[in-house]
């Protein structure tokens, strides 16, 4: 069996994604998710570009390529990312992860029905596996009291909505940039495209009058964890995310990167001090033995 190195890359998406989750929630509640992702997507883009231009791999793939994977970033980054923040900031990071979680299932269900993607009984097991576990691990209450990380926010049920439909946009997104990324398109480049893309969306979104509300004031700390996740979770992670892509189908890079949930687990225990219950921990374990399937396949 070859290395998993594209699987192992979906891991280290899922760890940047965990940690970008812990150290969002207070900046999104400060900015309100729409500003949160807009400042995020703004610094990013400045460093890819210097990324891009110091590597010398800017050589843009053809223009039809350049505007799909523009429709997958402001799918998968506009759409997905701002719901999902947006759900983050209503239901905290344990239960929106749980929601987002279910971006695996529908992008091996897109995968399926779009790019005639086929998964094995054994990879199918996998992923069933997995998302159930990590239902389960996110689900679970803590064993102590309430961190303000779990409060519920604005009603659960706006909640959930919003983080549905930050997995279909996560799901979608990735299946639109799936066949340029299998092509070996640099994924610095490819993120370059997909973020930049989306930032410049939602800058003329936020030019006109419909857009949300700028907040009054905003502190030092605020922007430094906004930068902090930009970083983690939109430079790093979505990197690996469509590196992942280069080499295995969408739903199983999807499952492995909705692990996220699982890998939150010890982070908010040290974060919060809260142990979590051992309903969570039975959860984290059948989504390892769902990865060592998906691993061995």
Do not use: K
């Not at 150290?23 to 890819?48: C, E, K, M, P, Y």
């Not at 999807?254 to 996220?260: E, G, H, I, N």
């Amino acid at each position: 069996m070859a290395f998993p190195v594209h699987e192992l890359a979906a891991l280290g998406t899922a760890t940047c994604w965990a940690m970008t989750g812990i150290l969002a929630s207070d900046a999104i509640r400060a900015l309100g998710a729409f500003h949160f992702n807009l400042i995020r997507q703004a610094f990013v883009t400045i460093l890819l570009a210097g990324i891009v231009l110091a590597s010398g791999t800017l050589g843009l793939p053809g223009w039809q390529a350049v505007a799909v994977l523009a429709v997958s970033g402001v799918v998968g980054i506009l759409l997905g990312d701002t719901l999902n923040f947006a759900a983050v900031g209503r239901l905290g990071p344990r239960r929106a992860g749980a929601v987002f979680a279910l971006n695996a299932p529908m992008a091996a269900v897109l995968g399926w029905l779009v790019l005639g993607e086929r998964l094995g009984w054994q990879a199918g097991l996998g992923i069933a596996m997995t998302v159930a576990g990590v239902a389960l691990a996110i689900l679970g209450r803590p064993a102590s009291g309430a961190h303000r990380f779990e409060t519920i926010r604005g009603g659960l049920g706006i909640g959930v909505i919003l983080g549905l439909g930050a997995a279909l946009g996560q799901a979608a997104g990735a299946l639109i940039a799936r066949p340029y990324m299998a092509g070996g398109l640099d994924p610095y480049v490819g993120s370059l495209i997909r973020v930049g893309a989306s930032g410049l969306a939602m800058g003329l979104v936020a030019a006109l009058p419909v857009a949300p509300p700028r907040p009054r004031e905003v502190s030092r700390q605020v922007l430094l964890l906004t930068a902090a996740t930009a970083l983690i979770g939109l430079l790093l992670g979505m990197t690996l995310f469509l590196y992942a892509l280069q080499g295995s189908q969408t739903g199983i890079i999807a499952t492995l990167s909705a692990t996220s949930p699982v890998i939150i687990l010890p982070l908010l225990w040290l974060r919060t001090g809260q142990r979590p219950s051992a309903l969570s921990w039975a959860g984290a374990m059948l989504a390892v033995i769902g990865l060592a399937l998906i691993f061995t396949r």
